[in-house]
């Protein structure tokens, strides 16, 4: 009896399933690299050694091969520079430092070898240093957000090569010199939506940004100058567009407007000529803006225009009708 009892414990042993750890060690050894490079923060107090990584906070593991393929660090007290051992992370698809104001120093040029990144935000913390060209490499990449940091410099040429790119965020920053000409000729299926806003970005937008078709541009409060007339268009299909507080300057009367317009904010520039009767038309326009420019004449009765107030048209040369003061 007792040999027959110990042939089923066998016998059962060889049938349970081997349990092992799932993180692979050396992405264990990297993340514990990076916790000791930010001084061990309590954000990151379940990184403990030999413990499953794959369950610790701010990872995610890939399902198939249990490596780790995401690392968001979000709204965590931390001081430090970004360190440089997220880029021995090579199945990484997301990189997310974001609202940490301790956060310093350049962006780290190890990111670049991770060559499988889609998602990358940077953002809300003080990084400084250019905006890395390194990014143009990184052909896997869909979101890339920069914004609410202290970088300077210009705006580098190449990521408009990035293929898949569905948003490029780079507002909130110091960057000056011009729109790059080559944003009027990106590689991907569909342009990015462009948010460069709150910068120091001058010159002319340049013409080749009229040959493709944007869904979302923010080039408000810089110093861009000029005529953007050739934005717009019955064929285009843009959906917002805010271009205040610049100094564009050209005449509005007949500009044509997709259908698919939504948001058009011209506030603060040296805008001349009259409203277009053509925004009459425009069913999903929610908001308007055009106070504070040079425009003259009978605001268009119709459409949406009547639903906005007096603080959307105010401060023109001698702009009148609902909802300004009868002609």
Same mark, same amino acid.
């Given at each position: 009896?007792? $040999?027959?009892?110990?042939?089923?414990?066998?016998?059962?042993?060889?049938?349970?399933?081997?349990?092992?750890?799932? !993180? +692979?060690?050396?992405?264990?050894? $990297?993340?514990?690299?990076?916790?000791?490079?930010?001084?061990?923060?309590?954000?990151?107090?379940?990184?403990?050694?030999?413990?499953?990584? !794959?369950?610790?906070? !701010?990872?995610?593991?890939?399902?198939?091969? +249990?490596?780790?393929?995401?690392?968001?660090?979000?709204?965590? *007290?931390?001081?430090?520079?970004?360190?440089?051992? $997220?880029?021995?992370?090579?199945?990484?698809?997301?990189?997310? @430092?974001?609202?940490?104001?301790?956060?310093?120093?350049?962006?780290?040029?190890?990111?670049?070898?991770?060559?499988?990144?889609?998602?990358?935000?940077?953002?809300?913390?003080?990084?400084?240093?250019?905006?890395?060209?390194?990014?143009?490499?990184?052909?896997?990449?869909?979101?890339?957000?920069?914004?609410?940091?202290?970088?300077?410099?210009?705006?580098?040429?190449? %990521?408009? /090569? /990035?293929? *898949?790119?569905?948003?490029?965020?780079?507002?909130?920053?110091? &960057?000056?010199?011009?729109?790059?000409?080559?944003?009027?000729?990106?590689?991907?299926?569909?342009?990015?939506?462009?948010?460069?806003?709150? +910068?120091?970005?001058?010159?002319?937008?340049?013409?080749?940004?009229?040959?493709?078709?944007?869904?979302?541009?923010?080039?408000?409060?810089?110093?861009?100058?000029?005529?953007?007339?050739?934005?717009?268009?019955?064929?285009?299909?843009?959906?917002?567009?805010? @271009?205040?507080? +610049? %100094?564009?300057?050209?005449?509005?009367?007949?500009?044509? @407007?997709?259908?698919?317009?939504?948001?058009?904010? &011209?506030?603060?520039?040296?805008?001349?000529?009259?409203?277009? $009767?053509?925004?009459?038309?425009?069913?999903?326009?929610?908001?308007? *803006?055009?106070?504070? *420019?040079? %425009? !003259?004449?009978?605001?268009?009765?119709?459409?949406?225009?009547?639903? @906005?107030?007096?603080?959307?048209?105010?401060?023109?040369?001698? %702009?009148?009708?609902?909802?300004?003061?009868?002609?």
């Amino acid at each position: 009896m007792k $040999v027959f009892i110990i042939f089923l414990f066998y016998f059962f042993s060889l049938s349970l399933p081997s349990y092992s750890k799932r !993180c +692979n060690p050396e992405d264990e050894k $990297v993340l514990l690299q990076i916790k000791l490079a930010l001084d061990n923060p309590y954000h990151l107090a379940s990184w403990i050694p030999d413990t499953e990584c !794959c369950n610790w906070y !701010c990872v995610d593991c890939d399902p198939i091969n +249990n490596r780790i393929n995401a690392l968001t660090i979000f709204q965590a *007290n931390i001081s430090g520079q970004i360190p440089a051992a $997220v880029g021995d992370l090579p199945f990484l698809d997301k990189l997310i @430092f974001r609202h940490i104001t301790n956060i310093t120093g350049e962006i780290p040029s190890a990111i670049a070898k991770l060559s499988k990144l889609r998602m990358v935000r940077l953002s809300w913390t003080n990084l400084t240093g250019p905006v890395p060209s390194f990014f143009s490499k990184l052909t896997t990449l869909t979101y890339l957000d920069l914004s609410f940091n202290q970088l300077t410099g210009s705006i580098p040429p190449s %990521l408009s /090569l /990035l293929p *898949n790119l569905g948003a490029l965020h780079l507002d909130r920053n110091r &960057l000056t010199g011009t729109i790059p000409e080559s944003f009027g000729a990106f590689t991907g299926l569909s342009p990015p939506d462009l948010f460069l806003s709150h +910068n120091q970005l001058s010159g002319p937008v340049p013409k080749s940004l009229g040959n493709i078709n944007f869904s979302t541009i923010d080039f408000s409060r810089n110093r861009l100058a000029g005529d953007i007339s050739f934005l717009f268009g019955k064929a285009k299909t843009l959906q917002g567009a805010d @271009f205040s507080r +610049n %100094l564009f300057e050209f005449d509005i009367s007949k500009l044509e @407007f997709p259908e698919t317009l939504s948001v058009l904010d &011209l506030n603060h520039n040296i805008l001349k000529g009259s409203v277009p $009767v053509g925004l009459t038309t425009l069913e999903n326009l929610q908001q308007f *803006n055009v106070s504070y *420019n040079r %425009l !003259c004449g009978q605001i268009p009765v119709g459409g949406k225009l009547q639903s @906005f107030t007096y603080a959307e048209y105010f401060h023109n040369r001698c %702009l009148c009708g609902a909802p300004l003061p009868a002609c």
